[in-house]
Nanobody, 121 residues
């Protein structure tokens, strides 16, 4: 059973940095797109950053120049380096991937359980 495990969240002052990690395990054979979402209290979940299997990246405008998404395919891991953090970056950050467990299986969408990021002013 495929599982995603996020880590690296916590409490940080404005202007600080955090690095989130998400490891996919449980027999996953292949991963295409990997993404980070976040959900602030009382708001809808939003896509923060994505990275394709080829390394192409996209970011929501509010984090461009501050956040960097990267991946290590050998470790089935995606990272989110967050610099110059602002209080509005506060929320639960979720890892999301498209993966398959065998070459002839379809790609399915998987979610992690989320990790809390709190930025104090």
């Amino acid at each position: 059973q495929v599982q995603l495990a996020e880590s690296g969240g916590g409490l940080v002052q404005a202007g600080g940095s955090l690095r989130l990690s998400c490891v996919a395990s449980g027999g996953i054979f292949d991963i295409s797109a990997m993404r980070w979402y976040r959900q602030a209290p009382g708001k809808q979940r939003e896509l923060v950053a994505s990275i394709s299997s080829g390394g192409s990246t996209n970011y929501v405008d509010s984090v461009k120049g501050r956040f960097t998404i990267s991946r290590d395919n050998a470790k089935n891991t995606v990272y989110l380096q967050m610099n110059s953090l602002k209080p509005e970056d506060t929320g639960v950050y979720y890892c999301n991937v498209n993966g398959r467990t065998w070459p002839d299986r379809p790609f399915l969408n998987y979610w992690g359980q989320g990790t809390q990021v709190t930025v104090s002013s």
